[in-house]
């Protein structure tokens, strides 16, 4: 084979992850909005039939709100889940361990990232709740049966889809093209452009809490040597901001109104990111990266002490 044969392929290897990527992105963004429409399509007909008559989605009452997102995010999450397996499963000569789908220890890490998003949240909003920054006050009808689906069903499933995309498949992919500094930005970007319309993502402190959020999961990801930590960090947060940090705009039931005293860029209101929210992300960030390798290195340790 000859230099310049040799040459092409690896300039053809060079971009290969840039095409899969690139051609994940478009499958999933097509997949994503064909689930979403299933999940209206269903809720639409849901309602129609108990109204007797074609409801106009454009008036669909606010308690109503629960259940189109989540036939939303039940019709497309789970697709999105098989699309990913199936480029993982496409890769030539890669496990999906390679992707960070570990079997060792797994269900350790994906306890203690529950755990430590839960206890993540609840000191936020207990030091809030003792300053008198926020008051948080229960509704008065909690909605069980509603809370009990996101709780089971939605907040597994979110962190468990958005951790296998976007710390799975495109940062493993994505490093191997431009390496890991290149990955985990990368996918922070992506992953900040995904959940633009929700909250404050749009300007500059909600931009910068979900790529502070991003970046926190990718080191999970890398300092545990898998993604069943970030699925449980995702999920455990999702599960403790959504039950007591108020109602986003998508119908989730919250157990407390959550009602800021200060100023939201400060505090910012539910689904929204202020000054202290980032101050926040930003210990838990340091928080992973300089605790994290010592918890992980005494259990290890511990596991091989008790092995031998």
């Not at 899969?20 to 299933?38: D, H, N, Q, R, Y």
């Not at 991003?214 to 959504?242: E, K, N």
Request: proline letters at 5%.
């Amino acid at each position: 084979m000859g230099a310049n044969e040799m040459g092409e392929q690896r300039q053809v290897s060079n971009w290969l992850p840039l095409a899969k990527i690139v051609l994940f992105l478009v499958l999933a963004v097509l997949t994503g909005l064909f689930g979403a429409l299933m999940g209206v399509a269903i809720v639409w007909a849901w309602l129609s039939l108990e109204h007797g008559t074609p409801v106009e989605l454009s008036r669909i009452p606010p308690e109503s709100r629960f259940p189109v997102s989540a036939a939303v995010i039940s019709a497309s999450y789970p697709l999105l889940v098989l699309l990913t397996f199936a480029f993982m499963r496409r890769t030539r000569e890669r496990s999906l361990e390679w992707f960070g789908l570990v079997r060792e220890g797994w269900l350790k890490d994906l306890v203690g990232g529950l755990l430590i998003g839960a206890v993540f949240v609840t000191i936020m909003f207990g030091f809030y709740a003792l300053t008198g920054l926020v008051k948080f006050e229960l509704v008065e009808e909690i909605p069980l049966k509603q809370w009990l689906v996101m709780s089971l069903w939605l907040c597994p499933l979110i962190g468990l889809t958005e951790e296998l995309i976007f710390r799975g498949y495109l940062m493993s992919v994505a490093e191997e093209w431009k390496g890991r500094k290149f990955a985990i930005a990368f996918t922070s970007i992506l992953f900040w452009l995904a959940h633009l319309g929700q909250g404050n993502t749009h300007e500059a402190l909600g931009m910068a809490g979900t790529l502070t959020i991003s970046v926190t999961f990718a080191l999970a990801r890398y300092l545990s040597g898998g993604l069943w930590l970030p699925i449980g960090l995702h999920a455990g947060y999702d599960w403790m901001a959504l039950s007591f940090g108020g109602d986003i705009g998508l119908g989730f039931p919250a157990l407390t109104r959550f009602q800021p005293n200060v100023p939201s860029w400060l505090v910012g209101p539910s689904g929204h990111v202020g000054v202290l929210d980032l101050a926040f992300y930003l210990a838990l960030l340091f928080a992973i990266v300089f605790l994290l390798p010592r918890y992980w290195a005494r259990g290890n340790a511990h596991l091989e002490t008790t092995r031998n």
